[in-house]
């Protein structure tokens, strides 16, 4: 019934004025009855994907995070995981009063080279308003203390590898191109994250910065 509901108001809206903008459902979650049902969270996923081509629109769902972790819930996040063109985390910042909005995956992009924005309550305007980005040093911060968490979890594994065999590492990790993870290889040897291995030229090691 509420899937039915969005899709009327859409078609209603569609002709009305010519055109959506945006759909916003603020709890994907309750348009099935189990967020761990495979089978209807496949099927309501295919639906809006469906339907954000029928009308030329961007549909942005809202759905929670498991309790103290990174992975969205259920099959219902793994679905939304694999069709999402971006997935966008709101956290705490570290001023209390405001929000800061992270990029985890952006389809066709770099995630750790989006700047991390700012939003925060403002009264007068009874809403939330944007308080601009975070300092250039933050977002790098970022992205190192990501791609170094990557490569300990890849050299955890493993002494060492091969760039075709890290690349790919990393495209499945973080879930990126072949061009963006290239990008990140480059980026972790600047910053001495990664290094080639002395004994091998064609195979990198973990460097000194993890050492530390």
Same mark, same amino acid.
């Given at each position: 019934?509420?899937?039915? &509901? ?11 004025? /010519?055109?959506i903008q ?8 309750d348009?099935?009855?189990? &967020?761990?049902?495979? %089978? ?7 639906e809006?994907?469906?339907?954000a /081509? ?9 759905l ?13 996040? +793994? ?10 985390? $709101? ?11 992270? %990029? ?31 300092? =250039?040093?933050e977002k ?10 990557v490569?300990?979890? $890849?050299f955890? *594994?493993?002494? =060492? ?24 290889? *480059? ?5 001495? $994250? ?7 030229? +064609?195979?990198?090691?973990?460097? +000194?910065?993890?050492?530390?």
């Open positions: 019934e509420r899937l039915n &509901a969005i899709v009327q108001s859409m078609d209603k809206f569609y002709y009305q004025y /010519g055109g945006l759909v916003v459902i603020d709890g994907i979650a348009l099935v009855k189990s &967020a761990n049902d495979e %089978a209807e969270s496949v099927a309501v996923i295919d809006l994907y469906r339907l /081509g029928i009308y030329n629109t961007c549909i942005l769902c809202v929670h995070f498991v309790p103290n972790g990174l992975k969205l819930r259920g099959h219902l996040g +793994s679905e939304l995981q694999r069709k999402a063109a971006t997935i966008l985390s $709101i956290e705490k910042d570290e001023e209390p009063t405001q929000s800061v909005v992270k %990029a985890l995956k952006v389809r066709d992009g770099s995630p750790l080279d989006v700047p991390l924005m700012l939003f925060a309550w403002d009264k007068e305007a009874g809403m939330h308003v944007y308080k601009g980005e975070k300092p =250039r040093e790098e911060k970022r992205k190192e203390r990501e791609l170094v968490n490569a300990r979890d $890849i955890g *594994r493993q002494t =060492r590898i091969t760039y075709i065999d890290l690349c790919e590492q990393l495209q499945q990790v973080l879930d990126i191109k072949e061009r963006t993870a290239k990008s990140y290889i *480059r980026f972790m040897r600047e910053r001495d $994250i990664i290094t080639k291995d002395t004994a091998n030229q +064609s195979c990198f090691v973990i460097g +000194s910065y993890n050492l530390q």
